[in-house]
């Protein structure tokens, strides 16, 4: 019973341009959102997050997007750097419960 | 310290040895959570620890992984009479009561079983 579909593996975009990553869940419950960027053979790193009362949030070049009623969670980067190549994971919390993840989506910014 | 720190980084058991991985949390941080990481998937919750007490050990997949941190600080994951399965990387995160929406990770720890 998946509660989280990340179901892109993997993205390519050319450096300048935007990435846009995406996440699909099924629990109604989830509240709060996030977004972590992680890098080889380190662990995930905070990036960005939003709660169920917004529909955006964003800082710098990073914008997440949340559509409750598609049960929705975009993360949009603009415009796109060599340095964001990581592999990104949309996060979910519902009240006590501990934080769920996506599979992960692998971003290649090509220059 | 500045920042959640793991050892050992990398670790090669014998199938059936016992192993323990080591957490250090941010100062101040009174959650602490573990995770288990397979190849190609995200992070699965292990358990959850506020200060010295285990409030979830939902996720811990047998009883052969067991969890402590005795004194609210240090964290330690014991996995007895390893299986190949168990090989993963084990995460280790901890958050703040100001912000105990974000978790920060360490780099977490690779276990291979042979």
């Known amino acids: 019973d998946q509660q989280v579909k990340q179901n892109s593996p993997s993205l390519s975009v050319q450096e300048g341009r935007i990435s846009i990553l995406n996440c699909d869940y099924t629990n109604s419950m989830f509240d709060y959102f996030l977004w972590y960027k992680k890098y080889p053979a380190e662990g995930p790193t905070f990036l960005i997050s939003?709660?169920?009362?917004?529909d955006k949030n964003e800082d710098g070049r990073f914008t997440v997007f949340l559509n409750k009623s598609a049960k929705h969670l975009s993360l949009h980067i603009v415009p796109s750097q060599p340095g964001d190549s990581a592999v990104y994971f949309c996060a979910f919390l519902s009240g006590n419960t501990p934080l769920v993840f996506g599979k992960g989506t692998r971003l290649s910014v090509i220059a | 310290g500045a920042g959640v720190s793991q050892s050992p980084r990398y670790k090669v058991a014998k199938r059936g040895q016992d192993v323990a991985l080591r957490c250090d949390p941010i100062?101040?941080?009174?959650?602490l959570f573990w995770y288990q990481q397979a190849l190609g998937q995200g992070p699965e919750f292990l358990t959850y620890?506020?200060?010295?007490?285990?409030?979830?050990k939902s996720g811990l997949p047998s009883d052969r992984f067991f969890a402590e941190r005795p004194e609210g600080s240090v964290s330690t994951l014991k996995i007895q009479r390893t299986q190949q399965e168990d090989s993963a990387v084990y995460l280790c995160?901890?958050?703040?009561?100001?912000?105990?929406?974000?978790?920060?990770f360490g780099p977490g720890t690779r276990l291979l079983v042979l």
């Open positions: 620890f506020q200060n010295e007490a285990q409030l979830d």
């Open positions: 100062s101040g941080h009174v959650s």
């Open positions: 995160a901890s958050s703040s009561p100001r912000e105990q929406e974000t978790q920060y």
């Open positions: 939003i709660s169920s009362i917004k």
